[in-house]
């Protein structure tokens, strides 16, 4: 099995609502750090599961919507809270709904909300 990874960054603010979290329930930022995780068990032609140039492009494209933002203002958070949960899945379903490929078996996408602490989700 192979595995290709990419890896990128982001700030953004969010607030957490429906339980007593502390300061999380307050505006505060992160520095998220995004990891994408493709594996497959065949190459293509060139010896490439993906072309990582054409995933960093396209994360990307995905995080700079999310850059320098109050997701809880975003659409894709409406009625839920921005958890890192949540926005590991809402970044794989946007990123996998622009590439894919039929060699893909498995995708994730990994955010970690600062060095200790990540959440992913995984199709």
């Known amino acids: 099995m192979y595995t290709v990874a990419v890896k990128t960054d ?6 957490l609502v429906g339980g007593d979290w502390g300061a999380e329930n307050q505006k505060h930022t992160h520095h998220y ?3 994408v995780l ?3 068990d ?3 032609e060139h010896g490439y599961l993906m072309d990582i140039d054409v995933v960093k492009s396209e994360l990307n494209r995905v995080t700079s919507y999310f850059r320098d933002s109050t997701l809880n ?13 949540h926005l590991a899945r809402v970044i794989h ?9 039929s060699r893909i078996s498995t995708t994730c ?4 909300e600062d060095a ?3 959440a992913s989700y995984r199709e």
């Open 10 to 15: 982001f700030s953004a603010q969010h607030f």
């Open 33 to 35: 750090a995004i990891e």
């Open 38 to 40: 493709l594996t497959g």
């Open 42 to 44: 065949s190459l293509n």
């Open 73 to 85: 203002d975003l659409p894709e958070f409406d009625g839920i809270n921005p958890s890192i949960e």
């Open 93 to 101: 379903d946007m990123l996998f709904g622009r590439i894919s490929d």
């Open 109 to 112: 996408v990994k955010v970690w």
């Open 116 to 118: 200790e602490a990540w």
